[in-house]
């Protein structure tokens, strides 16, 4: 059974900072594709970034403010948000896919997801 656990997620004013982690279990997420998501009130979920063993993939709306990273000791995944807007306000969930080197950007080719952390940014 893989669980992943998303916290990290707050208040945070424009131009603030955030940092999530996803924490997983039952899968060793270094030998898979990884992605973060975000879903805002009546939108449709959105990629957000993407890593796998190699490489990195951000959406164009987070590149060069988002970094994503991986710690394989812990089995944890990271998102760095800095610079954040109004816009960014979203549920945030992270996601593994059983692929292990396509990054996609689709939801439906994930396999499993985390329960998803709240983030708020105030203008």
């Known amino acids: 059974q893989v669980q992943l656990v998303e916290s990290g997620g707050g208040f945070v004013q424009t131009g603030g900072s955030l940092r999530l982690s996803c924490a997983a279990s039952?899968?060793?997420?270094?030998?898979?594709?990884m992605g973060w998501f975000r879903q805002a009130p009546g939108k449709e979920r959105e990629f957000v970034a993407g890593?796998?063993?190699?490489?990195?993939r951000y959406a164009d709306s987070v590149k060069g403010r988002f970094t994503i990273s991986r710690d394989n000791a812990k089995n944890t995944v990271w998102l760095q948000m800095d610079s954040l807007t109004p816009e960014d306000a979203a549920t945030y969930y992270c996601?593994?896919?059983?692929?292990?080197?396509?990054?996609?950007?689709?939801?439906?080719?994930?396999?499993?997801w985390g329960q998803g952390t709240q983030v708020t940014v105030s203008a």
């Open positions: 890593i796998n063993w190699e490489r990195t």
């Open positions: 996601a593994t896919s059983p692929s292990r080197v396509t990054i996609s950007v689709s939801p439906t080719m994930y396999d499993y």
């Open positions: 039952g899968r060793t997420l270094s030998s898979y594709c």
